[in-house]
């Protein structure tokens, strides 16, 4: 990890990524918190579902308008509108409590989110340049992966101490660091190429990209690479985030664990991921990288199956670790091929369809975790799920091999 804050990377860029990392944990910090506000009401699996996804819900619908967003506007206004609606919102969160209230604002915190995120991917991927996008990537999710296992344990242990309110507004406060940081940005958006015409055609176009993102779409299906790789990943998103829903009833009801050792499940995943994300910035082909995924989304697989069995809160734990050390490797694995596939003008469209995309597969996962926690019960849903999860795992070697992204042949 040598590329950490490294003096050569342009200021904006050293002054983000940590900035970043406190954000970072702000929000641990909240979902620990807002999971625990839902988990207390007694509603049960589909009120946790619902909670989760509001999270995806914006991402989903505004992908298409986020992406041209991203490539075309001024960073900082983006960055500066966006991350204050988030400050709004975390202040709101501290202030009503109810279940419609704080579905509502967290609705209004991803909105923010939705816009603000793939800015941040294009502005600094493009920064740093190509050559050193491993770098970054692996340095951010280090940095993330240090940051959310102690803001998970913190926000745990603060709800047990003082009530969730504190959380949300330390939340707010982190968000408000992203924001300095984003409007002080020197650096600017460089717009597709492809993006012209008359001022007509470009009005109807943006409306269009906001209900189907068209251009997004078409820059990730013209790397044929990236393309199988999304679409043999995508069902594994559905396996693995299926679970988010059931957890909190997993550690809570089965295994009987505490508030703060809920927290503590969390923070360390979070061990985990701090690993991980090392062992990504090692790798220095597509094609190293390609394989570290498939054995990831494999072994994420198991772990699941490990958790359901899991006869305690320690051996729950201990997979736990598992789990994070490979979901931070192939996550910064996955990002580090995309960015570095796709031309720098159109990253933030590219990354805007793929989290949509991504976050589509969250809601779908998050609808049938709520029926397999109600109808299968906690332990059984891990282990269907990690099952199924082996499965697209063969599948995801079978399809990148077929193309031959794992052979280091170019198709």
Not at 255 to 264: H, P, T, V
Request: aromatic residues 6%; contains cysteine; positive net charge.
């Amino acid at each position: 990890m040598k590329d950490t804050l490294h003096t050569s990377w342009p200021w904006d860029v050293r002054l983000a990524v940590p900035a970043g990392a406190v954000s970072v944990a702000g929000d641990a910090m909240a979902m620990v918190a807002l999971t625990l506000r839902i988990h207390s009401t007694g509603d049960g699996p589909y009120a946790v579902a619902v909670l989760l996804a509001c999270f995806s819900l914006p991402v989903v619908l505004t992908m298409g308008v986020a992406g041209s967003l991203s490539d075309r506007a001024d960073p900082r206004l983006v960055l500066g509108v966006g991350g204050a609606v988030q400050v709004l919102a975390a202040a709101g969160l501290a202030t009503w409590h109810s279940v419609p209230a704080t579905l509502a604002l967290v609705l209004l915190l991803q909105t923010g989110f939705a816009f603000t995120n793939p800015v941040w991917s294009s502005v600094l991927t493009r920064a740093v340049g190509d050559e050193r996008v491993g770098g970054l990537v692996s340095t951010q999710h280090a940095l993330a992966a240090i940051a959310a296992p102690v803001g998970a344990a913190l926000g745990g242990v603060l709800v047990q101490l003082h009530g969730d309110p504190v959380v949300f507004v330390l939340d707010a406060l982190t968000y408000l660091v992203l924001v300095a940081v984003g409007v002080s940005l020197r650096m600017r958006s460089e717009p597709s190429p492809g993006i012209g015409g008359g001022a007509r055609a470009g009005r109807v176009a943006r409306v269009l990209g906001g209900v189907f993102p068209r251009a997004g779409l078409d820059v990730i299906r013209g790397e044929l690479v990236v393309w199988v790789l999304v679409r043999a990943l995508l069902p594994f998103v559905v396996t693995l985030e299926g679970m988010n829903t059931v957890e909190v009833f997993l550690l809570r009801d089965v295994l009987g664990a505490s508030e703060a050792q809920f927290g503590l499940a969390q923070a360390v995943t979070g061990a985990g991921a701090v690993v991980g994300a090392g062992l990504a910035g090692l790798m220095a082909t597509d094609t190293a990288r390609l394989r570290a995924v498939v054995a990831c989304v494999a072994a994420m697989s198991s772990a699941q199956v490990g958790q359901g069995l899991a006869p305690g809160l320690g051996v729950f734990l201990g997979f736990a670790v598992v789990l994070g050390l490979t979901n931070a490797t192939s996550n910064a694995a996955i990002i580090a091929v995309l960015v570095r596939r796709v031309p720098a003008c159109d990253r933030g469209k590219a990354m805007a369809v793929v989290n949509g995309l991504a976050r589509s597969c969250t809601m779908l996962a998050l609808a049938l975790g709520g029926v397999a926690a109600t109808l299968l019960g906690p332990r059984p849903s891990f282990v269907v799920a990690g099952t199924l999860g082996i499965a697209v795992a063969g599948w995801a070697w079978w399809s990148l091999q077929r193309v031959g992204a794992l052979s280091g042949a170019r198709p």
